[in-house]
């Protein structure tokens, strides 16, 4: 299993240029904590089997609790206050306490730790529940325009998403984070679901309820690191339904999805950005890091390797 995963993972950087890291469990939860272990510790190799050890325990000593699948930051703060540090901790922690204090799910963390498969493997992919653009900022964000022009940008693409997948969504939930890696700094994270009058995966719509979400939880005076935007309460576009006693209601949602319609088709033959919103802005001061951004050459012709065959 191993040497066939050094082959996957081998083949997949050569054809694609993506580098991944594999990682194999006797469970969900272990098979995650090997796929931290191949990239954090043994990124030389890039893949890490469970079952290759007779001493897991050494392993999941060097991953952190908030490492592991179904835990975060959030229950990682209160396992650590208990002296939960690491996975191994947490593998011999008593179930009950875990479960009194985490919920069943987390109980289920520590079964999996021991091997016991609490998650089985979905043979099919299950409907999304919510579709998500978020980002880390390339510099730090202080004025609510910046802000404004990124949470615009991540709408548009999540109503991309949506009309591709042929979903409406019923809310939008907006949050802003500072860097809470930076102590030094005023920390501050918030967020708010906006509910929108009907179901929809028109842009225009989804922006304006963006918006509204946004100028509700942002700020002065913090350097935000981080914005999102996530479309929630997901429903088949099939199931959209109009008031028929509403003529020109009709008629504008029906102008507007030709207008949606056109925009992904020029955007999808010319260029992904080519037709956006002003509200989105031209400088984009916001826009993240990419100094490690994977090369396009399957799938941008300005990035396709040039050979110089004079020499």
């Not at 202080?142 to 997948?165: D, N, P, S």
């Not at 929809?200 to 914005?227: C, R």
């Not at 207008?259 to 031209?282: H, P, Q, S, W």
Request: hydrophobic residues 35%; charged residues 30%.
């Amino acid at each position: 299993m191993t040497e066939f995963c050094k082959e996957l993972k081998a083949t997949v950087e050569k054809w694609t240029g993506i580098p991944v890291s594999i990682g194999i469990g006797s469970s969900k939860t272990l098979a995650k904590a090997a796929n931290k272990l191949a990239k954090k510790k043994f990124r030389d190799v890039g893949v890490f089997n469970f079952l290759d050890h007779s001493d897991p325990d050494k392993y999941l000593e060097m991953l952190e609790v908030e490492d592991l699948w179904g835990i975060g930051r959030k229950h990682s703060k209160f396992l650590f206050r208990h002296n939960i540090n690491n996975a191994r901790d947490l593998k011999y922690a008593d179930q009950g306490f875990i479960r009194k204090w985490l919920s069943v799910m987390g109980q289920r963390v520590v079964l999996e730790l021991n091997g016991t498969c609490c998650y089985e493997l979905e043979k099919l992919p299950k409907p999304k529940k919510n579709i998500a653009f978020t980002r880390s900022f390339g510099h730090y964000q202080e004025t609510y325009e910046q802000l404004e022009e990124a949470v615009a940008y991540f709408t548009r693409k999540i109503g991309e998403k949506l009309r591709k997948e042929e979903e409406l969504a019923s809310f939008l939930q907006i949050f802003l984070l500072t860097n809470l890696h930076n102590d030094k700094l005023p920390q501050y994270h918030n967020s708010v679901i906006v509910r929108l009058f009907k179901p929809s995966n028109n842009s225009i719509t989804l922006i304006k309820a963006a918006i509204k979400g946004l100028k509700a939880i942002f700020k002065e005076g913090y350097k935000y690191k981080k914005a999102g935007v996530i479309s929630l309460g997901l429903i088949p576009e099939s199931h959209k339904q109009y008031d028929l006693f509403i003529d020109p209601e009709f008629e504008k949602a029906l102008q507007q999805t030709n207008l949606m319609d056109t925009l992904d088709r020029i955007n999808r033959k010319v260029d992904a950005d080519a037709v956006k919103f002003a509200i989105e802005g031209v400088r984009r001061e916001w826009w993240m890091n990419q100094t490690r951004k994977s090369p396009r050459y399957t799938t941008s012709w300005k990035e396709i390797p040039l050979i110089d065959t004079a020499r």
